[in-house]
């Protein structure tokens, strides 16, 4: 069998975490991690929260990153991704969508338009399932925050069990969906099975906005950790991609 | 003719934006900026110096950015490097090596394995002219100081006729490379004509070790300023090429 290239859409998140364990696990060759960085501020550093983090993940895990940019409005943001994938030796790229529509056609049509495959694993998973099988996977925390009912407490902290349980009752409450999919926060992860090394934060700091419920982690310092084979972190299959 | 499409190697100095600008200045499509990034601290973040700089660089350019990443050791990183550049679809790359047999052969080496052309336009250029050019072209500041007659002084001074004439001197004196090609200095480019932003420096720390003369000027914070299209800068050749 011809072993299928892809480049991972890659933003630092659960979801496009997912998207990447999902492929090396059909033995696909991720070659490239892609992530788009919208320019809609006239200042590039520091003010985008976190926007150096994917470096560091793709660091711990060994893939190139490329890092395209765009002016950041909605149609231009698709050409600008399809100049970026048109130039990577690709059979197919795969992305963390999971219930936007918009988001996951825009993919497809780029793929269709390279004459590449497009790849969705996480399409249309029940929320409450995805989020226990992500949270088996990898190491997630919390690092930006935007609706009613998620308050400050939830920045910076992990998303366990117990932080699922309530996102449940957060959902029946308020109506915030369990997996963040309507904007209502943002995730990163610090380590999953494929990850050569665990980022730590040093420093952070809480933005809050209580006027519009919403806020950030910036993480101001972070380093890469070894991580020994013994100390399986990350439940059964941690210790067995690892390749430090 | 059939467009030469090519990766220009791009760490961010005189050299590799020196390559850049020759191979826009050739007609060629230049489709990725590649940077290898060596992994020989434990700490990723912060402690290597301006590290996060050709990203601001690439954005002010407009071109995506491949980070590739090695561990750093001689030979590993000529392999990494050609498995960064063998999955993206080149006819060519451009490196601003100058000098350095070491690294133009170990450039040259990966393009033949790969079948395509390799590029040194700087090569063995007379260091002076070649500075001379460079100044007239871009706004480039030191950024790190390494050898014995380069004192703190030069962390974050500007690369104007005047300090090239000092160099020229030094070189005179102690046998510093004007062109600091045996590592006495390292370069930062903020301005060139295919920049559609220039990089203005917010916060700086100068670290120097007096005892092995060297320095580094970390650069805390940055960011990106449009360029008006009347205000010309970079002298004759600056305003034409300007997409803002």
Same mark, same amino acid.
């Given at each position: 069998?011809?072993?299928?290239?892809?480049?991972?859409?890659? $933003?630092?998140?659960?979801?496009?975490?997912?998207?990447?364990?999902?492929a090396?696990?059909?033995?696909?060759?991720?070659?490239?991690?892609?992530?788009?960085?919208?320019? =809609?501020?006239? $200042?590039?550093?520091?003010?985008?929260?976190?926007?150096?983090?994917?470096?560091?993940?793709?660091?711990?895990?060994?893939?190139?990153?490329?890092?395209?940019?765009?002016?950041?409005?909605?149609?231009?943001?698709?050409?600008?991704?399809?100049?970026?994938?048109?130039?990577?030796?690709?059979?197919g790229v795969v992305a963390?969508?999971?219930?936007?529509?918009?988001?996951?056609?825009?993919?497809?049509?780029?793929?269709?338009?390279?004459?590449?495959e497009s790849f969705a694993p996480?399409?249309?998973?029940?929320?409450?399932?995805?989020?226990?099988?992500?949270?088996?996977?990898?190491?997630?925390?919390?690092?930006?925050? $935007?609706?009613?009912?998620?308050?400050?407490?939830?920045?910076? =902290? =992990?998303?366990?069990?117990?932080?699922?349980?309530?996102?449940?009752?957060?959902?029946?409450?308020?109506?915030?969906?369990?997996?963040?999919?309507?904007?209502?926060?943002?995730?990163?992860?610090?380590?999953?099975?494929?990850?050569?090394?665990?980022?730590?934060?040093?420093?952070?700091?809480?933005?809050?906005?209580?006027?519009?419920?919403?806020?950030?982690?910036?993480?101001?310092?972070?380093?890469?950790?070894?991580?020994?084979?013994?100390?399986?972190?990350?439940?059964?299959?941690?210790?067995?991609?690892?390749?430090?």
């Amino acid at each position: 069998m011809v072993e299928m290239r892809v480049a991972v859409l890659y $933003s630092g998140g659960k979801d496009s975490n997912y998207a990447l364990y999902w492929a090396l696990e059909q033995g696909f060759e991720v070659k490239y991690l892609v992530s788009m960085v919208s320019e =809609r501020e006239d $200042s590039y550093m520091y003010h985008v929260p976190n926007i150096h983090l994917t470096e560091l993940q793709a660091r711990a895990i060994g893939i190139p990153l490329v890092k395209g940019f765009t002016s950041g409005e909605k149609e231009k943001e698709v050409e600008d991704m399809k100049a970026v994938l048109e130039g990577l030796k690709i059979d197919g790229v795969v992305a963390g969508a999971l219930a936007s529509e918009y988001q996951k056609k825009r993919v497809d049509k780029v793929a269709r338009e390279l004459g590449i495959e497009s790849f969705a694993p996480a399409w249309h998973r029940d929320p409450i399932e995805y989020m226990r099988e992500l949270i088996g996977i990898f190491d997630i925390v919390m690092i930006g925050v $935007s609706a009613y009912g998620l308050d400050e407490s939830w920045l910076g =902290r =992990r998303i366990d069990e117990k932080a699922l349980e309530e996102l449940v009752k957060l959902h029946e409450k308020y109506g915030i969906h369990v997996a963040g999919e309507g904007g209502e926060f943002e995730t990163f992860v610090r380590d999953a099975p494929f990850f050569k090394a665990r980022i730590v934060f040093d420093e952070v700091e809480k933005k809050w906005d209580g006027f519009n419920y919403s806020g950030v982690l910036e993480v101001k310092r972070a380093h890469l950790e070894r991580k020994s084979k013994n100390k399986n972190r990350n439940g059964p299959i941690g210790g067995a991609q690892m390749k430090s």
